[in-house]
């Protein structure tokens, strides 16, 4: 069993964004690992396992337009099942 199921990413359409302030409120706010927030002042990818993936989408909404959201359950997928 996986400490966190879902494997969450997206792009944060926006301005003025910050990569570094991005992680840094996801690593002291949500619970999980894994963690990668990489781009621009207008562009961010996220990726983030956890188990509250719409706590993940709601933080990032707040920033800008969301858009090209993947979350897949990990544990469906370990058993070969679609994610």
Same mark, same amino acid.
Request: with cysteine.
């Given at each position: 069993?996986?400490?966190?199921?879902?494997?969450?990413?997206? +792009? @944060?359409?926006?301005?003025?964004?910050?990569?570094?302030?991005?992680?840094?409120?996801?690593?002291?706010?949500? $619970? %999980? *690992?894994?963690?990668?927030?990489?781009?621009?002042?207008? +562009? @961010?990818?996220?990726?983030?396992?956890?188990?509250?993936?719409?706590?993940?989408?709601?933080?990032?909404?707040? $920033? %800008? *337009?969301?858009?090209?959201?993947?979350?897949?359950?990990?544990?469906?997928?370990?058993?070969?099942?679609?994610?």
């Amino acid at each position: 069993m996986l400490e966190f199921k879902y494997d969450t990413q997206l +792009l @944060i359409e926006g301005q003025n964004l910050s990569e570094d302030e991005i992680s840094q409120y996801i690593t002291e706010n949500l $619970l %999980g *690992d894994c963690l990668l927030a990489v781009g621009d002042e207008e +562009l @961010i990818k996220i990726h983030f396992h956890t188990n509250t993936p719409w706590k993940l989408l709601e933080y990032c909404a707040s $920033l %800008g *337009d969301i858009y090209d959201i993947v979350v897949e359950d990990m544990e469906r997928q370990s058993k070969g099942l679609q994610g």
